[in-house]
């Protein structure tokens, strides 16, 4: 009997929660916890690639964060300077582009030059659209959208989904189709809401550094068993799946 066919969604959004718990459960640090949950994020992003996602964006630091301890804090920096470039020369070999969403402005100056420098060596891939959520709040970015928009002196009656998403950080992508999140939480704690509007979420209780192919298949599995409707009819969906 055939099996059916997979659905990969295009933009896939991953809340990476747990790190803490997972090393709090093992009696190790939060910062061993991190460090794990980096691995994960490694092994997501190549896993991801050979699936043929387009757009993986992961939720790595939250404007949030950065109130935690500073000692916590440099360690997710350290973290992130060291994957980013320990992992350069494969982003490039896997042909995958680096994006930030967030504001930068809050980084010590090392932090921001090594992103700026592995976004410059990257900026000519083509086969995904790695996006790291760093310092990103998804009611500043509706905020700051609309920011830009005013000091343009758009009109009222100009003002379209469109124009909008034009302003946002993930402007020229398309809306992610699935947003995961691990650990047991089951909300999107400020996490792309504009662009998930009409996203499917998949909640897990396994906790981020756990979160292995097997799990993303799990997931994936998940998605591929819905019907993403967008306010049509039944009709309309089989209409639109036959065209596909």
Known sequence: MDHPVRKVPRHLAVIMDGNGRWAQRRGLSRSQGHKAGTETAKALVTRARELGIAHLTLYTLSKENLRRPQDEVR??????VRFLNKELDSLVKQDIRLNILGELD?????????????????????????????????????????????????????LTEEVFSAELYTAGQPDPDLVIRTS???????????????????????????FDSAELDKALDDYSSRQRRFGMTGEQIRARDKAE
């Not at 996006?131 to 920011?147: D, F, K, W």
């Open 106 to 158: 809050a980084f010590p100056l090392p932090v921001r030059q090594v992103l700026k420098h592995v976004m410059a060596k990257t900026a000519h891939c083509k086969s995904m659209m790695l996006n790291l959520a760093l310092n990103y709040s998804g009611r500043e970015e509706i905020l700051a959208a609309c920011r830009k928009l005013l000091a343009k002196g758009l009109r009222p009656r100009d």
């Open 184 to 210: 047991g939480e089951v909300r999107i704690s400020n996490y792309l809401l504009w662009q998930s509007a009409y996203a499917e979420f998949y909640f897990t209780e396994t906790a981020w550094p756990d």
């Open 75 to 80: 360690t997710l920096f350290d973290l992130l």
